[in-house]
């Protein structure tokens, strides 16, 4: 079975600095995605990032940007000069397509400090 | 992307009964998904609920505690049947668009309190 692990449970930082959250994955699978979800304080999950495992190249949104190692079954998300606004739990996610489903990782909350 | 909408926004009910969640999506999908969040917990998948067919349940989770329809391809409803306090819950509906490469779109969550 697929599991995804988030191993910082917690984190904060200041504003404007970069910060990277962390998430490993494990599958025996070879064509797969993976994203990052963000869920800010009683609002709405959206998509922060996708990548494509069969995609070599990391996937950049503006300041987020992920280190995806499929050996290492590693995917890590980096957030560049960090805003108040990126506080919110940050769900690590993996897809496949023979379940159709997305697994979610147990997340990270994150607090950016003024 | 999908514009999704959920009735009741909240609700606090009593033990031993049912209530029903309407997750209403703006364009036609084929795939509709219902989580359960617990407050600061990630997403447990109850279900798959594809138009025309009967829903799929994730182990754990059975068809009389969670009935679930699927009339159409812009609708979907959410039963929590004789609820007890450990139903208290965020439940979510989420669907996945044609083309989006996987991406799934949340509606805003339904939070229940169960007295």
């Given amino acids: 079975a697929q599991t995804v692990t988030q191993s910082q449970p917690e984190m904060s930082v200041q504003e404007a600095e970069t910060v990277t959250l962390s998430c490993t994955y494990d599958t025996s699978e070879s064509n797969y995605y993976l994203f990052w979800y963000k869920q800010p304080p009683s609002r709405q999950m959206i998509l922060v990032i996708r990548q494509e495992a069969y995609k070599q190249q990391n996937a950049t949104e503006n300041r987020f940007s992920v280190n995806f190692q499929k050996a290492a079954k590693s995917f890590s998300l980096k957030i560049s000069d960090s805003q108040l606004g990126d506080t919110a739990m940050y769900f690590c996610a993996f897809w496949m397509n023979r379940d159709d489903k997305i697994i979610f990782g147990k997340g990270t909350r994150l607090h950016i400090l003024p | ?115």
């Fill in chain 2, 1 to 115: 992307s999908a514009v999704i909408s959920q009735k009741p926004s909240r609700d606090i009910c009593q033990r031993g009964t049912s209530l029903t969640i309407q997750c209403q999506v703006d364009s036609q999908v084929t795939m509709m998904f219902w989580y359960r969040q617990q407050p600061g917990q990630s997403l447990t998948l109850i279900a798959t609920a594809n138009q025309g067919s009967e829903a799929t349940y994730e182990s754990g989770f059975v068809i009389d505690k969670f009935p679930i329809s699927r009339p159409n391809l812009t609708f979907s409803t959410l039963t929590v049947s004789n609820m007890s306090p450990e139903d208290s819950s965020i439940y979510l509906c989420s669907v996945e668009q044609p083309r989006s490469y996987n991406e799934q779109f949340f509606g805003p969550g339904t939070r229940l309190t169960v007295l």
